[in-house]
């Protein structure tokens, strides 16, 4: 709840623009790296989860088989 408040206060939109206005460019451009690099792993997360799955899924799919 604190940080909503302080997002109200700063009429902040984004992650960069709230840690602009309360702690500086500095923290701002730590905070848009720190974005990217979370996503790029969400990203490479579920590519590597799909890759292990689809095989499972697409053998019990057209063979029926559950081993």
Known sequence: MMFIDCVDKTN???YEDFAMKT????????????NVVCLIGF????IVFIKLLAPHVLIVLFYGETS
Do not use: E, H, L
Not at 43 to 46: G, H, I, K, N
């Open 12 to 14: 902040s939109t984004r």
């Open 23 to 34: 702690m500086g460019p500095f923290w701002a451009k730590v905070t848009g790296w720190s």
């Open 43 to 46: 990203v490479t997360s579920y």
